[in-house]
């Protein structure tokens, strides 16, 4: 097992790599940069309505394109990844998202918490993933 990665060194890793790497010094600046600011996160919990309601939230994921990496779990499937959000989709934001089988066929309870860094301007970009997620799965939803 590897070392554990923070949530902060996490999202700095993302920001740091979305410069090129011919650029390094913009890429540990941006690294450096990304540690300093503080980490805002959001949650939401809803329950959806669909007979396969993890593939249909990877699906939308993908077409939002997010990378995302499932892993099954005993009561239903975690999938993990990150997500472009705030400013032309320039902050790099990690989720977490929790969809666990309920008693009712059919039936999943859908827990998501994402993080992003916010500067001086708020771009509420935690948020605004769950809001496009939500968006996008909207058909299924039932609460």
């Known amino acids: 097992m590897g070392p554990i990665v923070t949530e902060d060194e996490e999202l700095a890793a993302l920001a740091a790599a979305m410069i090129p790497r011919f650029l390094f010094a913009a890429r540990w600046s941006a690294g450096l940069t990304a540690k300093l600011l503080p980490t805002v996160s959001a949650t939401a919990t809803f329950t959806v309505q669909t007979p396969a309601p993890a593939e249909r939230i990877e699906t939308a994921l993908a077409d939002l394109r997010a990378t995302v990496d499932a892993v099954p779990q005993a009561d239903g499937v975690r999938l993990s990844g990150h997500l472009g959000s705030g400013f032309h989709n320039m902050s790099p934001t990690p989720f977490v998202i929790a969809i666990r089988d309920n008693s009712v066929t059919g039936i999943a309870s859908v827990h ?22 939500r968006a996008s799965v909207q058909d299924i939803i039932v609460d």
């Open 112 to 133: 998501i918490r994402t993080a992003a860094k916010e500067g001086l301007i708020k771009q509420r970009s935690a948020q605004k993933v769950i809001d496009r997620l």
